[in-house]
């Protein structure tokens, strides 16, 4: 791989990984309604991780040859993103922490729960699924030792590196400012909900008002 674009790919990622949006958000609503936040920022990297498999296994070809379908995944990821935004919302008074995620069976399935709404929100997240379709090919280079697919996931793990660290550190970061006022991490909740319907509203419009100019014309 040639460490020039490597560099360069690397830059570019930790300026993402630390420009606020979606993640963040799910990452500092779900530390401070939970008593954890690694599995949150565990499956925001696991969604990742499944961006990096596609992207190593051809979807970028696909994508680029059914331009529709993006449009159409994007759509997709807005309506999640508009019902975690309600679902966090309706749950802000009680963010705290002092709650217990429980024990044994019913702890182990909140934390599921957690880590595949995470995996859900990096997964289906249209800025995410455009990163790696638009912005991590430019990054690979055809006359390099190593394939195609392997520099593509080499780029995609680094990338899911990347994020484990900032969203941990934002994440600590928020638990630690926040730990002794209650109200003020149920604001932070709020806003983090807010923040995620305001994303999915804005994508949803994005795609459904050229749909509607679209099917207007004819």
């Not at 990297?45 to 040859?65: D, E, N, R």
């Not at 003020?184 to 999915?200: D, E, K, N, P, Q």
């Amino acid at each position: 791989m040639d460490p020039q674009l490597f560099a360069a790919f690397t830059a570019v990622a930790v300026a993402l990984a630390c420009t606020p949006g979606v993640d963040w958000a799910y990452s500092i609503a779900a530390g401070l309604r939970e008593r954890s936040f690694v599995p949150a920022v565990a499956g925001l990297c696991g969604g990742y991780v499944v961006h990096t498999l596609l992207l190593a296994a051809g979807l970028a070809a696909v994508i680029t040859a059914l331009p529709g379908l993006l449009g159409w995944l994007t759509i997709a990821g807005a309506g999640y993103l508009l019902w975690l935004g309600l679902t966090t919302v309706r749950s802000w008074r009680g963010a705290s922490f002092g709650t217990d995620t429980g024990s044994g069976t019913a702890g182990q399935a909140s934390q599921l729960r957690i880590f595949l709404q995470g995996m859900g929100t990096s997964g289906i997240n249209p800025k995410g699924l455009l990163f790696f379709v638009a912005l991590v090919p430019q990054f690979v280079s055809p006359n390099a030792a190593l394939s195609v697919p392997v520099q593509s996931g080499l780029l995609g793990l680094t990338f899911v590196l990347l994020v484990a660290v900032v969203y941990t550190v934002v994440a600590l970061l928020a638990r630690r400012l926040l730990q002794t006022r209650p109200g003020a991490a149920r604001r932070v909740t709020l806003a983090s909900g807010i923040i995620m319907m305001a994303l999915g509203l804005a994508l949803l419009a994005e795609q459904v008002v050229p749909l509607a100019a679209e099917i207007a014309r004819h």
